[in-house]
């Protein structure tokens, strides 16, 4: 299995002769370390991303969960386009293994109790350098619109969070369409671009409602924070 949302995307293209796409050398990656406690409500974070030869923290192609040798039951949750939790059901005090299809043990964590996770994020601004998506002319063909989407928050995320999300709200409900690993800093910056052919970002138009949850390091999310209008920005020159 592997652990891919790709994000649908405005329909901008390079010339048809360059529509084509490679195919992608994708690895999933934990972000949970090995050794880590799990809590009871979380799960094991993966992010998958593009990539060639080995990584210590690479888990393979459907990996499973396992308390012994009797294998555990979970459900993938898909946070956002390259961005899932493989999460177990709950039952605190007991050991995990994370096994490739050899059995090979990958990572060994402990559940344990959760406890309170972390209050919705206070986004102050969202910008983006597109237009609303009626006025961003389409084309025949596969790609992702070119542009930047930047957040401002009023205060740095904690250090056990491991992503910031962005939710798109519609009248259909929230869906997941982007993430920033987190840093100290309280301005996070994406580029979305090309043709589309690996997980990545979602672009946000001008006047679309979005909201944001954090993501811990224990698999959790947050509450959504207040929802936001994307303002449109100049495109910055190089």
Known sequence: MRFVALALAALLVSPPDADACAAPHLVDVALTADGATLLDDGGVVIETRSGAGRNEREIGIGPTLASGRTQIDATMDWIAPGLSVLRPKRNKGRTITVVDGNRKVLLTLKQAKGKTRHAAPDPTSITSTLPSQSKVPSREGPGIATSTASLTLAAPADDDVIAIVVYLITKDGQQGVA???????????????GKGCVPGPRPLFEGEQVAFAFLDKYGRTSPLSKALSVTRVAQATP
């Open 179 to 193: 993430y920033w690993r987190r840093t100290d800093d309280l301005a996070y910056t994406y580029r979305t671009g």
